[in-house]
């Protein structure tokens, strides 16, 4: 069992667009379409934002969307606002009920 | 609407135990529907998960803390507790309980309580 790889930092201007990759292996990401992705603000607990690779829980705005590829997710933020700054954690079911985590990525909005 | 509340000392000496609380209120403890977890994060860093239990009493935990992790639940309180044993400074976290949206299989966490400090030091 091993954190899943995300880059350090984001960043980008309102409006832009920003993608997170989130990379695991066959045993967690790859292997199962149960990753979901975390927003959290400082001194605050995570809020679900994406689960099951792609679905938005009620009340997470379109703007986030998450998708897999083999054994790296990614959530992209669309129409970036200055309300996204945070940062972003993914996590993944990695069998035998277990689960994995994500290192973190900051985002910046510009 | 579920709702989750930490609960524990914010300081434990080295080598002794740390043991928190977590109370659920909006709901029971007792739905066959609902697992329930920790997760920690150390100040600066990711989180990291610790175990989950349904109120069966079927446990579930991180590998890597298997041999010092025991999560229980109580029903008659309607909460559940996370104990772990042998602490150190890097067992130095914010502690959080959750709830699993769904099955232990997969299910993403939500919603999640406020969290806990929990420093380690002599």
């Known amino acids: 069992q091993s954190a899943l790889t995300q880059p350090r930092s984001v960043s980008g201007s309102p409006g832009q667009s920003v993608t997170i990759s989130c990379t695991g292996t066959?045993?967690?990401?790859?292997?199962?379409?149960?990753v979901s992705w975390y927003q959290q603000y400082p001194g605050k607990a995570p809020k679900l934002m994406i689960y099951?690779?792609?679905r938005r829980p009620s009340g997470v705005p379109d703007r986030f969307s998450g998708s897999k590829s083999g054994n790296t997710a990614s959530l992209t933020i669309s129409g970036l606002q200055a309300e996204d700054e945070a940062d972003y954690y993914c996590?993944?079911?990695?069998?035998?009920?277990?689960?994995?985590f994500g290192t973190g990525t900051k985002v910046t909005v510009l | 609407q579920l709702q989750l509340q930490e609960s524990g000392p914010g300081l434990v000496k080295p080598s002794e135990t740390l043991s928190l609380s977590c109370t659920v209120s909006?709901?029971?403890?007792?739905?066959?529907?609902?697992?329930w977890g920790w997760i920690r994060q150390p100040p600066g860093k990711g989180l990291e998960w610790l175990g989950s239990?349904?109120?069966?009493?079927?446990?579930y935990y991180s590998p890597s803390l298997m041999s010092r992790v025991t999560i229980s639940v109580d029903t008659s309180k309607n909460h559940f507790s996370l104990k772990l044993t042998s602490v150190t400074a890097t067992d130095t976290a914010v502690y959080y309980c959750?709830?699993?949206?769904?099955?232990?299989?997969?299910?993403?966490?939500?919603?999640w309580g406020q969290g806990t400090l929990v420093t380690v030091s002599s």
């Open positions: 959750a709830t699993h949206l769904g099955d232990i299989v997969g299910g993403p966490f939500d919603p």
């Open positions: 909006g709901g029971s403890i007792s739905s066959s529907s609902h697992y």
């Open positions: 239990v349904h109120y069966s009493g079927s446990t």
């Open positions: 066959s045993s967690d990401v790859g292997g199962y379409n149960y």
């Open positions: 099951d690779v792609s």
């Open positions: 996590c993944s079911y990695a069998g035998s009920y277990t689960f994995d």
